[in-house]
């Protein structure tokens, strides 16, 4: 008799924050599916208990830009695992137009949303150590003309895990960030994902991101952005060297 297969992430619990819909969603399911424990959160309560029932994960409202919710969600826990996901994107025609409360916002949700959330992750993983996997993107490595202020969140993003990263790693944590190029997600608006194909650019599923994720929690390297592009392999992004600089 063959024995039973065994999860890549047997016995874990993990957390998954924007997990109702797009690469959260597929990296629940993935983390579920291999074994982990899974609470994933949202603000889409109805998509999100939905999907949570569907994949066997427990379901939490949290809204990733208030810091009380963070610490609710990570009182008394403990996760081994924590991909944290939750963002949103923000385009513009003039920036003289652009008002006060879509630069917030950004900013809130993508970068200083994180610098919380990994405050309170660290709490649930002290002691045992852990993985923390952040959805970056490619848009924190170039110049994005196409979204400066979504870039400039992710910038944010990449640069709090590389400068956290020697802090957690004493106490057994690791933290990376996952840079996909364009996904096939709501971030793109309805239809974006057609449009971008046919416009001959390549889209990534969100399966292959959550798949880059699940490679990056099993890494022992930290403080690393890992790019992943369609019809390319998970790679880590070589930082070049700042001459002069004494950090």
């Not at 959805?135 to 969140?153: D, E, F, K, N, R």
Request: with cysteine; aromatic share 6%; proline share 5%.
């Amino acid at each position: 008799m063959r024995g039973m297969a065994v999860g890549r992430f047997d016995g874990m619990r993990a957390l998954v924050s924007g997990g109702a819909r797009g690469i959260g969603a597929s990296t629940a399911a993935l983390l579920a599916a291999e074994g982990a424990q899974v609470v994933m959160t949202d603000v889409l309560d109805d998509e999100g208990r939905a999907h949570a029932a569907s994949i066997g994960a427990e379901y939490a409202h949290l809204d990733v830009a208030d810091p009380g919710a963070w610490r609710a969600i990570g009182d008394g826990q403990r996760f081994d695992l924590a991909v944290l996901n939750a963002g949103i994107g923000a385009r513009f025609e003039d920036l003289l137009d652009v008002p006060d409360d879509v630069i917030t916002s950004v900013l809130a949700t993508n970068a200083t949303s994180l610098l919380v959330a990994t405050r309170e992750v660290a709490r649930c993983m002290a002691g045992e150590g852990g993985s923390i996997s952040v959805t970056a993107s490619i848009a924190g490595l170039v110049a994005h003309t196409q979204s400066p202020i979504y870039g400039a969140s992710k910038w944010a993003a990449i640069g709090w895990v590389r400068s956290i990263a020697p802090w957690l790693e004493p106490r057994g944590i690791r933290i990376n960030a996952v840079c996909p190029g364009l996904v096939d997600t709501p971030i793109l608006g309805p239809g974006g994902g057609d449009r971008m194909r046919a416009m001959g650019l390549a889209v990534l599923d969100p399966s292959e991101v959550a798949e880059a994720h699940a490679e990056v929690l099993r890494s022992p390297v930290t403080g690393a952005a890992f790019t992943v592009q369609a019809g390319r392999p998970v790679a880590a992004f070589e930082f070049a060297p700042v001459p002069g600089y004494q950090g």
